[in-house]
């Protein structure tokens, strides 16, 4: 099946474009915080058009354990063809997706080389999570790291008001 | 007969809101209006009771009826000693407008104000109205050139509703 590998190839071009149109303009430091940001706002947008159309016909959730339960299994399907490996809570609003083998890492390597250039290619699906939370109701601060490719946890902190 | 068809944001203001009898449309706003207070008592009902039922289509809101009342003429009659005025009523017309709503999983809530004065709409066709409305709304929210909490000024949904005006009446 070609069809995931467009969506991968177009996520990397889209890192690229927007790093090298920051790079253009000199001033390194600052601007890889804009970039970021610029990417991780492209994921929230795109994930809280995808949350409408995936829980169009499911019924409504419980309480925010079955809202991750949900983004770990259906939507992680949806998007990345397979599921988060381990979900860890501390049932205080704090939880740790763990994925195993991340789609969008597969292709770097197998263990600690190219380690530092791997949170440019998380900060969409970072955003990608925020945007389906903050639809579903719940707000939340969402960051990723990875300590061996091509596996990575993201940690998902709900803001409570 | 659907009149009024509203869009509600998570934050309660109208999305989107349209009634087909122009003249009347501030009292279908207030319709609505007074509509979202229900909706909001059986969401949160709906958390607190039973966790199993969690339908989203919420059905009927609730029946109003408008009466209109126009006095034809008066009769007075003597009766000795006390004289009673009758007030001899004709032309009740009885509007009977239901609503009904349906939230989505993220708290965007639609409303439907329906004329059954005619013909009691089904269950089934009400419940494919919201499925309609919903796709498009999924639709409008889909666009990259709509950004969530604005007013929905798209051409296809506007289409979509005129035609579920039409077609129920």
Redesign the interface.
Known sequence: MADDVLFEFLHMEMVYHIYKDQASRGEMDKDRATCVSTLEGMGF?VG??????F??D?????DDLDVMKFICKDFWINVFRKQIDNLRTNHQGTYVLQDNKFALLTQFSNGKQYLEEAPKYLAYSCGLVRGALS???MDCVVTAEVSLMPSCKFQVVIQKI | MAVCIAVIA?ENYPLYIRSVPIQNELKFHYTVHTSLDVVEEKISA?GKAM?DQ???YLGLLYPTEDYKVYPSHMIIVYYTPVCMFFLLIENILLYRHTRYGC?????VKFVIVADSSNTSLRDNEIRSMFRKL??S??DV??N?FYN?GDTIQSKAFDSMVSAMMVQAS
């Open positions: 947008r809280q058009g995808l949350i409408e159309r829980t169009k499911s019924p409504s959730f419980k639809n579903l109701g | 998570k709906v966790a969690r339908e989203l939230v989505t999983n993220s708290k919903h796709n709304f999924t929210m889909c990259p969530p």
